[in-house]
C-alpha cells in the first residue's frame, strides 16, 4: 500500500492491510486481531468502508444487490496484478468493475474483491495508426481525444459514458454505425490482461491468441482488462439524423432492412415508445458529412416506406451525436432519478431471417401500459464482419451478414426496490428467450435473465470446450468475475 494511501486509511480506519483465513474476512489496521495475510504493497487504495462497498454492491439493474469484501481503487497494472495473485492464493473471488451498467449482477461480487477499473484511466496515445488506452477509460473521453486529431473510433454505443474495457467484455453493439462497421469487439488490436493467475499478459489474434478470443465478449472469465489497442478511423466534423416516425410497431423494420442491406448509410436503428395503446416506431438514420457537403437524403432514403421528404433532419457536430444518449440519459437521471430505478433489461440477437416474425410476436404480445416512463424498445442492426469472437454469441448464422439485437431497456415507476415488478419482467424475459431461442436468437449479457450452468453451456454452443480451457488455464482458481454464475 501506498503510504499516502495507508495514512488516509489509517486516518478512517478503513484501509485494508490484509486478509485473515480464520475468519475469512478483509482486516484494518484498527481491527486486527490474530493471524492475518498482509495484503501487498499498493500504488493505488483498498477500500474497506461501507461508502465504498456499498457504491460496488448495486448495478444499473437495481435488481441484485452483492457487497463485497473490499474494494480495489488501482494506481497501476501492478496493482491489479498483486491483489489477484493474492486472491488466487486465498481462493477469493475477484470481479472488475466498469461503471457497473450490466444490469443483472454481472460485475457483483460478495464478499470477495471488486476491482475499479476506471482508476486506470490513460489515453496513452490517439494517432492514425490507432489509440492505446488504459480499460476503464471511458468511450466519451477517448471520442473526444481521438476527435482532437480528426479521427474516431469507428463504433459507439448508444451511451458512451462506458468503460472500453467494460463493453468490451460484452460485445459493444452500435445504433449509429453498426450495420456497417459490426461490433466494438471487431476493432481491437491488441488488449493488455491480468489473467487469473495475477500473470499481465499482452495478447491479440497472433499473440496469446487463446487469451484474446476468450477475453473479446468473454465477460471477465479469463482476464481483466487493463488496457487496449483500438482501431481509429478519419472522422467527418458532423452526422445528419433523419427520423422517420411509424404509426404502427413494425412498419419500421422493414425500411430497416432496406438500409441495412443496402449499406450507404453508416447506421440506422429503430426505436419505439409506448404512445397510448400502442407503439409509435422512429427509424434513426445517420450520415456523416462535412458542413458545406450535405449528404443527398433523396438519394439515400430512395425506396423506402416513406419519401425521404417525410423524415426530420438534425445536424449535429460529431462530439454531439456521439454524445446525444448522455444528454438523454441525464434527462432522465433528472427527471426520474433513473439510477434507482430497477431496469429488468431483455436483450437478445435475431439473425435477419426471423427477426421480423419475433418481434411481431413480441410487440403484440407486450402491452404499452406495462412499460413506465423512461421505457423504449431497440432494433439495432450489426454486421458480422467475419473477425471470429468465440465468446461473443451471436444468433444462428443465416443467408446475410447482418444481426439485430433487441432490447426492451423497460424500467419501474418509482425509484427504489420493487421485488414484485424485478420478479414479474425476470419471468417475462425468461419466456422471450425461450423464444428467441426457438428462433435461433442468442442472449446479449448485458440485461437481466436467470441463467442457470447448464443455460450458459448452451449459450456458449459448441465454443464451450475451448472457452471452457481457456478458463482452466488462465483462471485455474476460478476466482473471476462470478457475477454471471458461468463457471
Ligand atoms: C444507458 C445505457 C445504454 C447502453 N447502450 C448500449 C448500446 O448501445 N450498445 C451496447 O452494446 N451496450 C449498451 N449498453 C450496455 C453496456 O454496453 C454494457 O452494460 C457494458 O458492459 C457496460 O460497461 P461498464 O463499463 O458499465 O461495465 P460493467 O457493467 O461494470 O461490466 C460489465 C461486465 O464486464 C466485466 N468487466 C468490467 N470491466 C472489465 C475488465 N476490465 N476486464 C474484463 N471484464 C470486465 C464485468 O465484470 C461485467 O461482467 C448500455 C447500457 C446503459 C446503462
Redesign the pocket.
Known amino acids: 500500500m501506498s503510504r499516502r494511501a495507508l495514512v488516509r486509511g489509517a486516518a478512517l480506519g478503513v484501509a485494508a492491510v490484509g486478509f485473515s483465513a480464520t475468519t475469512g474476512a478483509w482486516v484494518t489496521e484498527a481491527a486486527a486481531a490474530g493471524p492475518f495475510d498482509r495484503v501487498p504493497r499498493l500504488d493505488g487504495e483498498l477500500r474497506l468502508d461501507a461508502g465504498s462497498r456499498a457504491a460496488d454492491s448495486v448495478?444499473?439493474g437495481r435488481i441484485v444487490a452483492r457487497t463485497p469484501g473490499a474494494v480495489l481503487r488501482p494506481g497501476s497494472v501492478d496493482d491489479v496484478a498483486r491483489m489477484v495473485r493474492f486472491c488466487a492464493d486465498r481462493g477469493i473471488g475477484v470481479?472488475?468493475?466498469?461503471?457497473?451498467?450490466?444490469t443483472h449482477g454481472?460485475?457483483l461480487n460478495e464478499n470477495g474483491l471488486v476491482v475499479e477499473?476506471r482508476g486506470l484511466g490513460r489515453i496513452h496515445r490517439v494517432g492514425p495508426r490507432g489509440a492505446d488506452v488504459d480499460?476503464g477509460v471511458l468511450w466519451t473521453e477517448l471520442m473526444t481525444a481521438a476527435f482532437a486529431r480528426g479521427l474516431t473510433p469507428p463504433v459507439f454505443?448508444?451511451?458512451t459514458d462506458?468503460?472500453v474495457?467494460?463493453?468490451l467484455?460484452?460485445?459493444?453493439?452500435?445504433?449509429g454505425a453498426g450495420s456497417t462497421r459490426g461490433l466494438q469487439i471487431d476493432h481491437v488490436q491488441e488488449l493488455e490482461v491480468v489473467t487469473g493467475r495475477g500473470e499481465v499478459l499482452v495478447c491479440s489474434d497472433r499473440r496469446h491468441a487463446d487469451l484474446f478470443r476468450a477475453t473479446l465478449g468473454g465477460?471477465?472469465q479469463c482476464?481483466?482488462?487493463?488496457r487496449a489497442r483500438l482501431d481509429l478511423v478519419p472522422a467527418q466534423p458532423s452526422v445528419r439524423t433523419y427520423r422517420f416516425t411509424y404509426p404502427t410497431g413494425d412498419a419500421a423494420v422493414g425500411d430497416l432492412r432496406t438500409l441495412t442491406e443496402r449499406g450507404e448509410v453508416l447506421g440506422a436503428y429503430v426505436l419505439w415508445a409506448p404512445a397510448g395503446t400502442s407503439f409509435v416506431g422512429q427509424l434513426l438514420v445517420s450520415v456523416p458529412f462535412t458542413p458545406g457537403a450535405p449528404p443527398d437524403g433523396r438519394h439515400l432514403l430512395r425506396g423506402l416506406s416513406q419519401p425521404p421528404s417525410a423524415a426530420a433532419v438534425t445536424d449535429l457536430s460529431h462530439p454531439d451525436w456521439v454524445t446525444q444518449?448522455n444528454r438523454q440519459?441525464a434527462q432522465l437521471e433528472a427527471a426520474l432519478d433513473y439510477g434507482r430505478l430497477v431496469k429488468p433489461w431483455f436483450d437478445v440477437w435475431l439473425n435477419s431471417s426471423t427477426v421480423d416474425r419475433f418481434l411481431q410476436d413480441v410487440l403484440t404480445g407486450l402491452s404499452p401500459h406495462d412499460l413506465a416512463p423512461g421505457s423504449t424498445l431497440l432494433l439495432?442492426p450489426a454486421k458480422r464482419t467475419g473477425v471470429d469472437h468465440p465468446a461473443f454469441r451471436g444468433p444462428r448464422a443465416d443467408a446475410t451478414p447482418w444481426m439485430y439485437l433487441f432490447d426492451i431497456l423497460d424500467n419501474s415507476a418509482a425509484p427504489g426496490p420493487d421485488p414484485a415488478f424485478a420478479a414479474d419482467r425476470l419471468r417475462r424475459n425468461a419466456e422471450l428467450y425461450r423464444k428467441a431461442r426457438a428462433a435461433g436468437g442468442s442472449r446479449y449479457p448485458?440485461g437481466a435473465l436467470e441463467f442457470t450452468k447448464a443455460d450458459w453451456i448452451a449459450h456458449y454452443g459448441d465454443a464451450w470446450p475451448a472457452f471452457q480451457r481457456a478458463k482452466n488455464r488462465f483462471d485455474p482458481r476460478n476466482i473471476l468475475?462470478p457475477?454471471?454464475g458461468i463457471f
Open positions: 448495478d444499473q470481479s472488475a468493475r466498469g461503471r457497473g451498467h450490466t454481472q460485475s477499473v480499460g454505443t448508444g451511451y462506458l468503460t474495457a467494460g463493453t467484455a460484452v460485445g459493444g453493439a452500435s445504433p465477460l471477465g482476464g481483466i482488462i487493463v444518449v440519459v439495432i448485458i468475475n457475477g454471471p
